[in-house]
């Protein structure tokens, strides 16, 4: 039903931002909570944050929080990751995905973030 399409990535240096967005294919994306992974080859994918469907609220990873943001507009299917003061070891494909209560059920493709030194 749902189908996301991840945008934004690119190659920026540390101590640059980068806003990722995340495009839903139909309404029903605003039922879902929201969430960014990354994932870098030879490491398990990681949580980078999460957002509920009211946008109300937001949880972050603890290497994250106080630098990124995530937002949210229902109305046009668009979840957004602002990222600031990137760090090199944050490089990585980023993922955005749908929640269904404890389960991510909906993926997109990625992007490609690469944080040079």
């Known amino acids: 039903q749902v189908q996301l399409a991840e945008s934004g990535g690119g190659l920026v240096q540390a101590g640059g931002s980068l806003r990722l967005s995340c495009a839903a294919s139909?309404?029903?994306?605003?039922?879902?909570?929201m969430g960014w992974f990354r994932k870098t080859p030879g490491k398990e994918r990681e949580f980078v944050a999460r957002i509920l469907w009211s946008g109300i609220i937001s949880d972050y990873a603890d290497s994250v929080r106080g630098r990124f943001t995530c937002s949210r507009d229902n109305a046009k299917n668009i979840g957004y990751l602002q990222m600031n003061r990137l760090k090199p070891e944050e490089t990585a494909v980023y993922y955005c995905?749908?929640?269904?209560?404890?389960?991510?059920?909906?993926w997109g493709q990625g992007t490609q973030v690469t944080v040079s030194s």
């Open positions: 139909g309404l029903t994306f605003r039922t879902y909570n």
């Open positions: 995905a749908g929640q269904v209560g404890s389960s991510w059920t909906f």
